[in-house]
Nanobody, 124 residues
Framework: QVQLVESGGGLVQAGGSLTLSCAAS????????VGWFRQAPGKEREFVAA????????YYEDSMKGRFTISRDNAKNTVYLQMNSLKPEDTAVYYC?????????????????WGQGTQVTVSS
């Protein structure tokens, strides 16, 4: 059974940085895409970034390019989301998710496995 566990969320001032971690277990992820999504209160879940495990191809939501960086550590089976220049509108619960194969990496309906989420709060 695949398990995804997020960590690293917290409270940060605007302009600050946070790094989220997603520890994956349960199988080999070489054929998987691991993505980050976020959901703010009253809003739909939105795509943030994704990485193809084997090719290390990275995908970003346009508005987050340049501020967020996704990476993975194969030895630790962990995916990271480095977030810089944070803004109050980045406040949300951030979820890690995994899907087999490629397809539309920004479509949350295509992801099979989800973590429990980690809260990120950016104060102004």
């Amino acid at each position: 059974q695949v398990q995804l566990v997020e960590s690293g969320g917290g409270l940060v001032q605007a302009g600050g940085s946070l790094t989220l971690s997603c520890a994956a277990s349960g199988r080999t992820f070489s054929s998987y895409v691991v993505g980050w999504f976020r959901q703010a209160p009253g809003k739909e879940r939105e795509f943030v970034a994704a990485i193809a495990w084997s090719t290390i191809t990275r995908y970003y939501e346009d508005s987050m390019k340049g501020r967020f960086t996704i990476s993975r550590d194969n030895a630790k089976n962990t995916v990271y989301l480095q977030m810089n220049s944070l803004k109050p509108e980045d406040t949300a619960v951030y979820y890690c998710a995994a899907k087999y194969g490629s397809g539309r990496v920004n479509n949350y309906d295509e992801y099979d496995y989800w973590g429990q989420g980690t809260q990120v709060t950016v104060s102004s």
